[in-house]
């Protein structure tokens, strides 16, 4: 019974020390994954920073865009209620004779 009891002891050193050998492997691997998604990212937010400049100019582009609009609409506004302010104007004197 000794002699089993000896060799189960060697056994699972032999199988901890192979466990402990893997599990140094995998957490290198893991050191070197972890490395490389973390230049991914560095790369991808140089990439949206660059592109953050282009979306301000578009912003920047469409509120000209919405002021100008907002302008021709007053002055068009004004000229059609400046027109109807007349025609009333021009009935109400038409009743006054």
Not at 44 to 71: E, M, P, R, V, Y
């Amino acid at each position: 019974m000794e002699p089993f009891f000896i060799t189960l002891n060697v056994f699972l050193g032999i199988a901890g020390l192979i466990l402990l050998i893997l599990l140094i492997v995998l957490a290198y691997k893991l050191i070197n994954t972890v490395d490389n998604i973390n230049n991914l990212t560095k790369d991808l937010h140089k990439q949206i920073k660059s592109f953050g400049g282009f979306f301000d100019a578009i912003d920047s582009f469409t509120d000209k865009i919405a002021s100008l609009n907002d302008k021709v609409i007053s002055v068009v506004a004004n000229l059609i209620s400046k027109v109807f302010v007349r025609k009333r104007k021009d009935e109400e004197e038409d009743y006054e004779y």
